[in-house]
């Protein structure tokens, strides 16, 4: 739990709040997102986790809140934790 919080102030609340500044949704999202995405240093969880970045941009853009992308790792790493989401459907 703690992991995604720590991500997610990262790559939202800095990087992406930083980029959209002075940047439209769309570029801040897809640059913040390539970023999370080489964070996540396994190769073949990069699209992913790119793809999650920009919808957890999009869900902070919208609330404003860290909670919704925090809580959307969460589950996402509870999911793939437990088996339920196998490595390969992060190609």
Known sequence: V???MVVEIFARALVFAWL???LDFWLSAVASSLIFGVIHIEVVRYGAAAIFG????????????????ILLHVAINATYFA?????????
């Open 2 to 4: 703690l992991t995604p």
């Open 20 to 22: 959209r500044r002075n």
């Open 54 to 69: 920009i919808v957890a941009a999009y869900l902070y853009e919208r609330s404003r809140s860290l909670w919704p992308p």
């Open 83 to 91: 088996g339920i989401l196998p490595a390969a459907s992060f190609n």
